[in-house]
C-alpha cells in the first residue's frame, strides 16, 4: 500500500518582504479593520473599536468589507490602505 502525502501550500511564493514598521502611538491614529464579511466579523470588531478609542485616543476608525469571503481584498480597499496607519483585518466564523 502507498500513501500519497499532499502539502496545501501554494506552489507561488511570494517575494520576501519586511513588514511594515509598528506605529509608536495610536494616538491620533487612523484604524482601518477589513473584515471578510461573515457574522462574527461585525460585533469583534464594534468591540475592538470601542477599545481603541478608550485605550488608545485613535482619531478614525474606517470599516471596509471584502466582496468576497474567501479573496483577497480589492484592490481599492488595498489603496484606501496605504492612508491608515494600521490595518486590522479579521474573520467572522
Sequence with gaps: MTIRVLDPTSEVRGADR??????VSLDRAVVGFISNGKEGAA?????LERMLRERFQ???VVH????????????GIIDEARNWN???????D
Excluded at 519586511?18 to 506605529?23: G, H, I, T
Excluded at 460585533?43 to 468591540?47: D, E, I, Q, Y
Excluded at 471596509?64 to 484592490?75: G, H, L, V, W
Design 18 to 23: 519586511n513588514p511594515a514598521p509598528r506605529p
Design 43 to 47: 460585533g469583534f470588531f464594534a468591540h
Design 58 to 60: 485613535v482619531a478614525e
Design 64 to 75: 471596509r468589507t471584502k466582496a468576497n469571503y474567501s479573496a483577497p481584498a480589492e484592490q
Design 86 to 92: 494600521l490595518a486590522i483585518t479579521g474573520l467572522g
